[in-house]
């Protein structure tokens, strides 16, 4: 039988938990066997839907209850986490392209760098060779820094003084070859940061380059959807995701975001629209809606 606390449920989402005898449960589990034997490219859902006496719409629908994700999310998230676990256990890349079903090199180091944010390589040294550089500036919230690696902003955080953000940085890439602060090199985007706090701009617009797993990336664009001015519950937001019991998941996905302001999640509350844990601060949390309420 499938264990399911080893899904891959982002973070792990934990949606509606069916009973060990529920019809849509078995399927799910038929489906997953099915796909964990046979990670291709791609899924055919009407043919794996077929295959299991089901229909497309029904099979998403028991995924979506089961996992909180669709059956192609999970062959994608089930080929990636075995991609990760060839690399680790010293496998070359090219083994563990097509060992984890992909079809060829190309596809990836695609699909590495959407996922990973980095080389298939890199990753499989824990990260080493990734080269990351950082700003730090004053902002109306305090110290803020960003960093970056070639592809985007991969950390933004707030706090008050140099030394802990910098800390903050170092604890989240323990593996980076290079890590350092360039000031000229990404003054234009910390800038941007800073405009938008001071309410000069709607939003950064700056390219990202954060690792997430499939219900994290649902839940970020949710985030990313909420009007600045405005706020949404967990729950509301799970609700949007079509597994309202996701509440808690909800969360995780929100404490677990690298890239504050960029990714609003503090534009997440309780359900009673008081205000919750934020990872810089509740009175951050609390200017932060104030402005954009103001200005809205």
Known sequence: MLDLMTAPRADDATPATPTAGDPQLRLVERACRVLDADLGERVNLGELAAELGSTPWALTRAFRRALGITPTAYAEERRARRFRSELRQGGSVA???????????SRVYEDAARRFG?????????????EIAYAIAASPLGRLLVATTAQGVCFLALGDADAGLERELRAEFPAASRIERDQARLKPSIQAVVDYLKGAVPHPGLPLDVRASAFQRRVWQELLAIPPGETRSYGEVAASLGIP???????RACATNPVALLIPCHRVTREDGSLSGYRWGMERKAKLLTAEAERA
């Open 95 to 105: 083994g563990a392209t097509y060992g984890a079903g992909y079809g060829s090199s």
């Open 118 to 130: 980095m080389t298939p390589a890199s990753y499989k040294k824990g990260g080493q060779g990734a």
């Open 245 to 251: 019991s996701a509440s808690r998941a909800v969360g």
